[in-house]
């Protein structure tokens, strides 16, 4: 199996750009997750989806923040307009079901200069 | 709400030392438990977890036991390697609820030493 896919593992952009994340899950996982990790705040849950619905969206910082889950296969976290502040390394995890054993991903890392 | 603590970091270690990181919980009904590693540059993997209580987990030559009556899921390792050099992390999950999800502690990096 080629585990959870993120893309790209690096991006370095402007503040105020746009900033799209890509994952692909496991194969016939249900559950997706979107992480933040930071050396200031530790690892931070963004959202989640269940069967493609978003069920929890408590950790998305601001507006700027969207996540979506078109199909079993494929998720992206846009931030719009980007700033400073969001340089983080992002992870992408999914599960069989929601409370069940995580895989991540390798992560994003985000700079926003 | 659930809770996972784990010991403050970080943890130095020369190699064969003994290794225990804390932790404890706090949870409704019976959670599962699970100890993550994160090696340099990489995402999170699963180490070891335990399912019920008393069930001890192990992987590597790390063990952990589910210890219902003092709430904790301590990590151990007899004898550390510099190869073990990593964040660790503590997590719970409650099953059951549209909101069942698993819970992390802040994490510890571990270094060890040749």
């Known amino acids: 199996d080629a585990g959870v896919i993120q893309s790209p593992r690096h991006e370095v952009t402007e503040m105020g750009q746009e900033v799209t994340l890509r994952c692909k899950p496991i194969s016939g996982h249900n559950s997706l997750f979107w992480y933040r990790q930071t050396m200031m705040r530790g ?16 950790g998305m910082p601001e507006d700027r923040f969207s996540a979506k889950m078109p199909n079993a296969s494929f998720s992206t976290l846009k931030i719009q ?33 | 709400g659930d809770s996972v603590t784990q010991m403050e970091g970080p943890v130095t270690l020369s190699e064969e030392a003994f290794l225990t990181i804390n932790c ?45 009556e003092t709430t904790s899921f301590h990590l151990e390792k ?6 073990d050099s990593a964040v660790y992390f503590c997590a719970l999950s409650a099953p059951g609820g549209a909101n069942s999800k698993l819970t992390f502690g802040k994490g510890i990096t571990l270094s060890v030493r040749p």
């Open chain 1, 81 to 113: 307009p980007s700033e400073p502040r969001d340089s983080a390394v992002y992870f992408c995890a999914s599960s069989l079901r929601q409370e069940e054993t995580q895989y991540f991903g390798p992560g994003t890392r985000l700079l926003v200069l």
């Open chain 2, 24 to 68: 404890t919980y706090t949870a409704t009904g019976y959670p599962s438990l699970f100890w993550y590693v994160q090696y340099p540059g990489e995402g999170l993997q699963l180490l070891l977890k335990a399912t019920k209580a008393d069930d001890k987990g192990s992987n590597k030559g790390f063990e952990a036991t589910y210890r219902k």
């Open chain 1, 43 to 58: 690892l931070e849950l963004l959202i989640y989806f269940n069967n493609n619905v978003p069920i929890d969206d408590s």
């Open chain 2, 78 to 83: 007899g004898s550390v390697q510099v190869s």
